[in-house]
C-alpha cells in the first residue's frame, strides 16, 4: 500500500496566518491527490481534486500543489472556520489510502 | 438536493456481522461508484472498497477480503456493506462516499459526496 505521511500532525495558528500542511507519498502517484477538511462529528468535505483543482464553492484561500510525490495544502489566510483537520488522499493505486491528518487549531 | 443517507447506529458482539445501508438521493445512483470508509474513535480514515451501483462489481481492500460484501439494490437507490466475524478493532464510524467512474487499477478522482456515517460498536 501507498503510505502518505502528513506534516505538521498538529499544527497552532492564529486567523490571518498562512499555512501549509505537506503530504509525501511513498512512491509516485502522478496527480492524483484530493485533499479534505473535516469537522468534529462530520464527515469530510472534499476541498481539492487532482492535486490543485478546487472544488466548486470551496473558498480560493484554499490551494494545493505539487507533483509525483511531495504535495502541500495551503491556507492563504486562515479563517475561524477552517478550525478541522485535513487529510490527504491517493486515488492512484489500490488500496485507496490515506495521510494521518494534520489537525489545525487555534492559537 | 444529492445527499446519502445512512442507516442508524448498531451495537453488536464480537463475532457477529452488521449491515450497514446508505441511500442515495438527487443524481442518477448508477452514474457514480460509491466507497465506504471507516474512522475508528480519534482515528483516521480507512477505505474499504467500492461498488459500482450499475453493474454490481466491487473491489475491496485486501485488508478486508473475505469478511466485506458491498451490495447495491438499484431500485431504491441503496448500496449495503455487510462486515462479518466482527471484533473490537470494528469499532468505528462507516461512511459511503461518491466518486467518478473507478478502473480495475484505480480510481480517477477523490469522494465529492459523503454520508453522515453510521456508527458501529463491537463489545461484549
Known amino acids: 500500500a501507498i503510505q502518505l505521511t502528513q506534516s505538521p500532525s498538529s499544527l497552532s495558528a492564529s486567523v490571518g496566518d498562512r499555512v501549509t500542511i505537506t503530504c509525501r507519498a511513498g512512491?509516485?502517484?502522478?496527480?492524483?491527490l484530493a485533499w479534505y477538511q473535516q469537522k468534529p462529528g462530520k464527515p469530510p468535505k472534499l476541498l481539492i481534486n487532482?492535486?490543485?483543482d478546487l472544488e466548486s464553492g470551496v473558498p480560493s484561500r484554499f490551494s494545493g500543489s505539487g507533483s509525483g510525490t511531495d504535495f502541500t495544502l495551503t491556507i492563504s489566510s486562515l479563517q475561524p472556520e477552517d478550525f478541522a483537520t485535513y487529510y490527504c488522499?491517493?486515488?492512484?493505486?489500490?488500496?485507496?489510502?490515506f495521510g494521518g491528518g494534520t489537525k489545525v487549531e487555534i492559537k | 438536493q444529492v445527499q446519502l443517507v445512512h442507516s442508524g447506529a448498531e451495537v453488536k458482539k464480537p463475532g457477529a456481522s452488521v449491515k450497514v445501508s446508505c441511500k442515495a438521493s438527487?443524481?442518477?445512483?448508477?452514474?457514480?461508484?460509491m466507497h465506504w470508509v471507516r474512522q475508528a474513535p480519534g482515528q483516521g480514515l480507512e477505505w474499504m472498497g467500492w461498488?459500482?451501483?450499475?453493474?454490481?462489481?466491487?473491489k475491496y481492500a485486501e485488508k478486508f477480503q473475505g469478511r466485506v460484501t458491498m451490495t447495491r439494490d438499484t431500485s431504491i437507490s441503496t448500496v449495503y456493506m455487510e462486515l462479518s466475524r466482527l471484533t473490537p478493532d470494528d469499532t468505528a464510524v462507516y461512511y459511503c462516499?461518491?466518486?467518478?467512474?473507478?478502473?480495475?487499477?484505480?480510481?480517477?478522482?477523490?469522494?465529492?459526496?459523503w454520508g453522515h456515517g453510521t456508527r458501529v460498536a463491537v463489545s461484549s
Open positions: 438527487g443524481y442518477t445512483f448508477i452514474g457514480y461508484y
Open positions: 462516499a461518491r466518486s467518478v467512474v473507478c478502473s480495475s487499477s484505480s480510481c480517477y478522482a477523490g469522494f465529492d459526496i
Open positions: 488522499q491517493q486515488f492512484n493505486t489500490y488500496p485507496l489510502t
Open positions: 487532482d492535486v490543485s
Open positions: 461498488i459500482n451501483p450499475h453493474s454490481g462489481d466491487t
Open positions: 512512491q509516485g502517484i502522478s496527480s492524483s
